[in-house]
Every structure is written in structure tokens, then in C-alpha cells.
């Protein structure tokens, strides 16, 4: 059974992503987890512009911390990172020994997106460990949950890190 102690939330800072950060840090709450917060400033732009944008994020990430009470977020911290926001995160929820990664719901913006998939998405291709995707605001727990199964090792790893994230849902396994 998976035992979540860490979880790494990636941040975009978007509304979609905002609802991602509120799960991971329920989820961490719950579990008496601690939880990251990381958004990662897209490399190879010209050094002025990635340090503004760096500022600005680390400018919102510290107020919206200081909008959540230190009860409803024990153990969360930010980081702002530069460089390919798919690789830095896969990097640091390794570095973290992240239990779960916590992604708000993608969306499409290009070309690139059409072609080389959403960051979201190319996490969760490559990743080792689960990801949760969250795409709306939830009062509460997870009452019920769908999960695809192929009877590898990583659909087991993701079966037992649901049971963890949602364990009173009903389960409904599918295989094809």
C-alpha cells in the first residue's frame, strides 16, 4: 500500500492550477504529509524577463501562502525554479521522494501543445510516481473514482496511491 509523506504540487499559476494547489495541500493535511509547492519559470528567455516573471511568481506564491492559515498548510513551501517546467518537475519529485504529484487540469495553448502534449500531460506519460490531476474544486472528499488497469506495475503503484488519496470512494477498475 502506498504511504504518501510527501507531495509535490506544480503550479502554473492559473485558476486551474489554483484548485490543484488547494487539493495537495488538503490531501497533505490529511495525511500529515508535507507538501511543495513549485512553479517552474520557462527557460531560454532573455535573463531581464525570466527574473521578472521569477519575481512576480514568487511575489503571488507568498501572498497567496499568507492567505492560507498556517493550520490548513503545515509543512507547505514554495519554490520558483527556471527551465523546462516537464523535466524540473519530474527532477524535483524525485530529488523530494514525492509520494504524489499534484497537477491542476492541462490547457492547450499551441502548436507545441497539439504536437508535444501538455506539460501535464508529458508528467504524466513520464513519470514514476502517481499523478493526480484535479480539475475542479471539491467541498470534500473523493467519493468515487475510475481507474484504468493493465496489471503492470505501474497501474499497481497508481491503484494503491488512489486507495491512499481516496480511501471511503467507491472504486471502479477498468480494463480493455
Known sequence: MANIKHILVATDLTDRSERACERGIRLARERAATVD????????????????RRALAEEYLREWFASVSETERPGARFSVETGDPFAVILQRAQERNAGLIVLGEPGKKGLKDLFVGTTAERVV??????????????????????????????ASRALDAAYEVAPGAEFLAVHA
Open 37 to 52: 509547492l513549485l512553479h517552474v519559470v520557462e527557460g531560454g528567455l532573455r535573463a531581464q524577463v525570466q527574473e521578472r
Open 125 to 154: 506519460r513520464h513519470s514514476d510516481r502517481p499523478v493526480l490531476i484535479v480539475r475542479q474544486t471539491a467541498p470534500g472528499a473523493y467519493r468515487r473514482v475510475l481507474i484504468a488497469i493493465d496489471f503492470s506495475e505501474g
